[in-house]
């Protein structure tokens, strides 16, 4: 059994697919098991993997069912106790994984740890703002507001996800939001401070970009976690004043797009939280 597996989904990037497969073939720390899990691309991805040798990948073909799904198929074929996550359109430096066994070899109680990364948008390198610079341990506050977990850059012990559960397959985005707040409700999330990750962004097929409205879905997590019952006091007053912002934001946003009945459903959800002090009826 491998120490790390490597879950790499992908859905109709046969373009950029090689170069994330090619740079877990290039990583000076070797003893790790690669999957890939082709969500049902049309446009040739799976000819791609031709260029490579099938004893050194996992492959296995879904149907198209999302992200969340596909990565989900990855950790289930995962053996290793350590799982690490690759974007199709990200790549990893060659000291990666390397960095990241080290880190939980020398913290053997951390059940995760993310690097930094490099983010390239239309080939040019550019800066995170201020609000998505990554924070180092107890994140969860931080994180109410936007994810600041990047699947490119995390590892995490397999075990956490019989703790936590897995990706929702209900989210077509902010699946990664909803994973994170479960787990750093409960355990620190570590910082690497070193660039291991390059990730691009600003393409047309990034769902960030094609779907609109992804706060519903952040919302939606936010309620999930409160209705979990795995947040302490200070937790749920910080959950609850984002999501009244989340829900203000969106609310009003529908009202000037002309969605009244959804407007008012989310305008709505902060004052029936206030008059029950309860998610169960909402």
Not at 17 to 32: E, I, N, W
Not at 137 to 157: H, K, Q, Y
Not at 230 to 244: D, G, I, S, T, V
């Amino acid at each position: 059994m491998a120490a790390v597996s490597v879950i790499i989904p992908t859905y109709n990037r046969a373009d950029k697919v090689a170069r994330a497969v090619a740079s877990v073939l290039h990583q000076t720390y070797t003893d790790y098991d690669l999957i890939v899990v082709d969500d049902g691309s049309r446009d040739g991805t799976r000819e791609t993997f031709s260029l490579f040798p099938s004893r050194v990948i996992r492959l296995f073909h879904d149907e198209n069912r999302g992200v969340s799904a596909a990565r989900n198929t990855g950790i289930l074929a995962s053996r290793s106790p350590l799982v690490a996550f690759l974007d199709s359109d990200d790549y990893w430096l060659p000291e990666k994984l390397a960095a990241q066994v080290d880190f939980f070899e020398d913290h053997p109680e951390a059940v995760a740890c993310q690097t930094q990364e490099i983010w390239i948008r239309k080939g040019r390198r550019v800066n995170p703002r201020k609000k998505h610079l990554k924070p180092s341990g107890d994140i969860f506050l931080p994180s109410l507001r936007l994810c600041l977990v990047s699947p490119s850059a995390v590892m995490v012990r397999r075990s956490l996800f019989e703790e936590v559960g897995l990706f929702d397959e209900a989210f077509p985005v902010c699946e990664d939001y909803d994973l994170w707040l479960r787990i750093a409700c409960k355990h620190p999330i570590h910082l690497l401070d070193r660039d291991l990750v390059i990730k691009e962004g600003g393409a047309p097929d990034q769902l960030s970009r094609s779907l609109t409205g992804m706060d519903r879905f952040r919302i939606a997590s936010l309620l999930k976690i409160m209705k979990s019952g795995h947040l302490n006091p200070r937790q749920w007053k910080a959950a609850l004043r984002e999501l009244n912002s989340k829900c203000k934001i969106y609310g009003e946003g529908c009202l000037k797009r002309g969605k009244k009945d959804e407007g008012d459903y989310y305008l709505e959800i902060p004052e029936k939280l206030s008059k029950t002090q309860s998610t169960k009826d909402i």
